[in-house]
């Protein structure tokens, strides 16, 4: 079922510029940096490196869900600790939620990949961040029996492949052999948020996740534009996925600070999540 929502805010996929940028506020929030969750292949499979990400927690303990959170940077930069994925992590965090922000692998780590992942620099690092999220899936399932996404930008790309269809991604590599893919299978994800993100090559199917799409109107980032979230929605549309589109109107790409009728863009992935 497709909602579509309007939001009136005030407010290429490598290097844009954010338009628009919040502080963490670390107020009820506890904070555990540099966790590893799982060791990736670098350099075409001859290193491996340590991917680690950042717990964020409310003080009064007491979290049962997680939500992983994956930052974007068009998959030649970024990192989990800017200071809009902190602010992102606190607010759920305050909302009940034990939340990991991950990093994963860049072009610039050289990350080997499937034949149909090997067209340039670019695809075979989307490939490796998908798998480097589905590694912290199976990492967090082992103590979270419920598990929400949220990615933003190139993160969210990252994100969708992860949840598109993890088991048939996994089998399909092409005698690849990848220091996460021995891993235990991934819990299923019961909610997804993508944040001015796209879907960059992934294939649908009806299992993918309950998904909150939002996004500005004046985004035009090539493979993160608006009419790509359009066409995110529309396959979830056709799949009878659950799902709704919340355009921001007039904001650009990372309207971090864009209104929206929950409170913040933060306040809006909470209210999806809640409840499921």
């Given at each position: 079922m497709k909602k579509l929502l309007i939001v009136f805010s005030l407010a290429m996929l490598a290097g844009c510029p954010e338009t628009q940028s919040v502080r963490p506020d670390f107020t009820g929030v506890d904070m555990f940096p540099n966790i590893a969750f799982a060791k990736s292949w670098t350099n075409q499979g001859a290193q491996q490196?340590?991917?680690?990400?950042?717990?964020?927690?409310?003080?009064?303990?007491?979290?049962?869900?997680?939500?992983?959170?994956?930052?974007?940077?068009?998959?030649?930069?970024g990192n989990r600790g800017k200071p809009e994925i902190q602010w992102l992590c606190c607010v759920l965090a305050r909302a009940g939620f034990?939340?990991?922000?991950?990093?994963?692998?860049?072009?610039?780590?050289?990350?080997?990949?499937p034949p149909a992942w090997q067209t340039s620099a670019l695809t075979a690092a989307m490939d490796a961040a998908s798998v480097d999220v589905m590694?912290?899936?199976?990492?967090?399932?082992?103590?979270?029996?419920?598990?929400?996404?949220?990615?933003?930008?190139?993160?969210?790309?990252?994100?969708?492949?992860?949840?598109?269809?993890?088991?048939?991604?996994?089998?399909?590599?092409?005698?690849?052999?990848?220091?996460?893919?021995?891993?235990?299978?991934?819990?299923?994800?019961?909610?997804?948020v993508s944040l001015w993100g796209g879907t960059g090559l992934a294939e649908f199917n009806a299992t993918f996740p309950p998904a909150r799409i939002i996004h500005g109107t004046n985004d035009t980032t090539a493979g993160a534009s608006w009419f790509?979230?359009?066409?995110?929605?529309?396959?979830?549309?056709?799949?009878?996925?659950?799902?709704?589109?919340?355009?921001?109107?007039?904001?650009?790409?990372?309207?971090?600070?864009?209104?929206?009728?929950?409170?913040?863009?933060?306040?809006?992935?909470?209210?999806?999540?809640?409840?499921?």
């Open positions: 490196r340590t991917l680690f990400c950042d717990g964020y927690a409310p003080v009064d303990g007491g979290a049962v869900q997680c939500v992983i959170v994956v930052h974007g940077g068009g998959f030649d930069g034990a939340v990991y922000s991950i990093d994963y692998r860049l072009q610039s780590d050289n990350p080997p990949a590694a912290a899936l199976r990492w967090a399932g082992k103590s979270f029996t419920k598990i929400h996404v949220i990615g933003e930008s190139a993160g969210a790309i990252a994100a969708v492949q992860a949840c598109a269809d993890p088991e048939s991604f996994m089998q399909d590599r092409d005698g690849l052999v990848d220091a996460n893919s021995a891993l235990p299978d991934a819990r299923p994800v019961v909610s997804f790509d979230a359009l066409s995110f929605s529309t396959q979830l549309e056709n799949l009878n996925v659950d799902h709704d589109l919340m355009l921001l109107t007039g904001a650009g790409h990372g309207a971090w600070t864009a209104g929206t009728k929950y409170g913040t863009v933060a306040d809006a992935a909470v209210d999806w999540m809640k409840g499921r």
